[in-house]
């Protein structure tokens, strides 16, 4: 799989996501619990970028209308998303702030809609 290099670790802030490009794609970067998670940079919802509403608990919000992904399997947890958001493997190399930060050219995970 094609690991496409995006950032350092030190550039994602720690309580929102990074917009990066993969490709033609954009795509949040965002921090949980010591791990980095890549999740397409467009809700399910409406044509927004998710990139700019506020990560926590390991999920990113929709600053548009509220809906939360989970930033691991970008299952929308609140309404009124009912869509899930393609997610990317993420890969660390190095440590610290300058750790590398790199990204799958292809989506690994697109879940059915909630049961
Ligand atoms: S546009 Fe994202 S929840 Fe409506």
Same mark, same amino acid.
């Given at each position: 799989?094609l690991m496409v $290099?995006?950032c350092a !670790?030190?550039d #994602?802030?720690?309580? /929102?996501?990074l917009?990066v490009l993969v490709?033609d794609?954009?795509?949040?970067i965002?921090? &949980?619990? /010591?791990a980095?998670?890549a #999740? !397409?940079d467009v809700c399910?919802?409406a044509?927004? +970028?998710?990139s700019?509403g506020?990560?926590? $608990? &390991?999920a990113?919000? &929709?600053?548009?209308?509220?809906?939360?992904? $989970?930033?691991? =399997? /970008?299952? +929308?947890?609140?309404l009124?998303a =009912?869509?899930?958001?393609?997610?990317?493997a993420v890969?660390?190399?190095g440590e610290?702030?300058?750790?590398r #930060? !790199?990204?799958? $050219?292809a989506s690994v995970?697109? +879940?059915?809609? +909630?049961?």
């Open positions: 799989m $290099d995006v !670790l030190g #994602i802030p720690d309580d /929102g996501a917009r490709g794609r954009a795509v949040a965002a921090r &949980c619990d /010591g980095v998670y #999740i !397409l399910s919802h044509d927004v +970028p998710l700019e506020e990560v926590s $608990d &390991c990113i919000e &929709c600053w548009l209308h509220g809906s939360q992904f $989970d930033l691991r =399997t /970008g299952v +929308p947890l609140s009124p =009912t869509v899930p958001v393609p997610v990317f890969e660390i190399q610290g702030d300058k750790a #930060i !790199l990204v799958a $050219d995970s697109v +879940p059915g809609p +909630p049961a």
